[in-house]
Nanobody, 123 residues
Framework: QVQLVESGGGLVQAGGSLRLSCVAS??????MGWFRQAPGKEREFVAY????????SYTESVKGRFTISRDSAKNTVYLQMNKLKPEDTAVYYC??????????????????WGQGTQVAVSS
């Protein structure tokens, strides 16, 4: 059974930091990503990590502030979030894809999803 379990969300003041974790189990994946969904908005791409080549990609609004990384031994992907802003407030979801896809920025490309973890940034 495939499982993606996120943790690390919470409430933080603007300018602060949080690190999200996503532990994967049940099979191997080609890549994993982080998405977020704010109230009343669509789910949006945040970051992507290619397990095979180590490549990464970020949405423009988080570049220079967020870093996606992995610990292969722990089958875990992290999202280090620094210089947080109120507009980063959302439920953050970990997702995984079984095979290569050029549409890694699209939620529809992913095969598995975690349950989400809430991030709230106060001004």
């Amino acid at each position: 059974q495939v499982q993606l379990v996120e943790s690390g969300g919470g409430l933080v003041q603007a300018g602060g930091s949080l690190r999200l974790s996503c532990v994967a189990s049940g099979r191997t994946f080609y890549a994993m990503g982080w998405f977020r969904q704010a109230p009343g908005k669509e789910r949006e791409f945040v970051a992507y990590f290619d397990w095979n080549f180590g490549g990464t990609s970020y949405t423009e609004s988080v570049k220079g502030r967020f870093t996606i990384s992995r610990d292969s031994a722990k089958n875990t992907v992290y999202l280090q979030m620094n210089k947080l802003k109120p507009e980063d407030t959302a439920v953050y979801y970990c997702a995984a894809v079984r095979y290569f896809t050029p549409s890694y920025y699209s939620s529809g490309a992913y095969d598995y999803w975690g349950q989400g973890t809430q991030v709230a940034v106060s001004s």
